[in-house]
């Protein structure tokens, strides 16, 4: 898919990993539709990028809300050939804390949100990616999730977080395969430790301990970096059903 056709909606795409992807292809001469549940970044976030872009302030959860705001962006895109599943929450907390054991609401609330809501938004745009006219290969969409590769090696205080991720990586391969018929390519990126707003409010000592811990090269992920894994899904039509680890070789520990 060439990226100046590129008509996306990205979830969680007013901060984050997610701006990053809307900032490159906005800057290739794509249109992008921002999901996101803070109105005042969401604005901002469109204001900054231009006529390209446009917010939509969406609880990735909610069934009706969702179809209704990928609707909206098609109907104001012109179209719709991209899902980017940005919006996560982190959902920290032990099985059993000090406090007693994790309750049910903490668990079910970040699968909720990572994995149900990513979910919800790539099955409403593949509903209205499927009617699209089929370009080379036949391909009508692409639909991208963001895992992490805490999916892989969750650690203590990461149970429901890394079910969340894990659930994603899970039902890449199924969701491609079944999608396969209407030309629409679904994979995943599982990003390691990247420079996130959440890593800005930590100490620099903190920071420069999650550098040190990742083998090469030893800093964080920078947003533009996990931008680029998207443009060359994007740009690869042989890429599908796939998981892609973007990390610098890092395996996290227990701790």
């Not at 079910?108 to 009617?131: D, E, P, R, W, Y």
Request: net charge neutral; proline share 4%; aromatic share 6%.
């Amino acid at each position: 898919m060439q990226l100046n056709q590129v008509k996306a909606i990205i979830t969680g795409g007013a901060s984050g990993l997610g701006h990053a992807v809307a900032q490159m292809l906005v800057t290739k001469g794509g249109q992008v539709a921002l999901f996101d549940v803070n109105d005042e970044k969401g604005v901002a976030a469109a204001a900054e990028l231009g006529a390209a872009a446009h917010f939509f302030r969406t609880d990735v959860t909610s069934e009706d809300g969702v179809a209704t705001n990928v609707a909206a962006a098609h109907s104001t895109m012109g179209g719709l050939n991209m899902v980017m599943n940005c919006a996560g929450i982190l959902g920290a907390g032990r099985v059993l804390g000090k406090q007693g054991p994790m309750a049910l609401a903490n668990f079910t609330g970040t699968v909720t949100v990572n994995l149900i809501g990513s979910f919800n938004v790539a099955k409403a745009g593949a509903a209205l990616m499927q009617t699209n006219a089929p370009g080379e290969d036949g391909e009508r969409g692409v639909i991208v999730n963001t895992a992490s590769v805490a999916a892989y090696e969750g650690q203590v205080g990461q149970a429901a977080y890394s079910a969340s991720k894990g659930g994603i990586v899970g039902m890449t391969l199924p969701m491609a395969r079944e999608l396969a018929r209407f030309g629409i390519r679904v994979a995943t990126i599982a990003p390691g430790i990247f420079w996130t707003p959440m890593v800005d409010g930590m100490s620099p000592e903190i920071q420069a301990s999650l550098g040190a811990s990742i083998p090469f090269p030893s800093r964080l992920g920078k947003p533009e970096e996990f931008a680029s894994t998207v443009a060359f899904i994007l740009g690869n039509r042989y890429l599908n059903g796939e998981t892609i680890r973007l990390d610098g070789a890092v395996r996290l520990q227990p701790r």
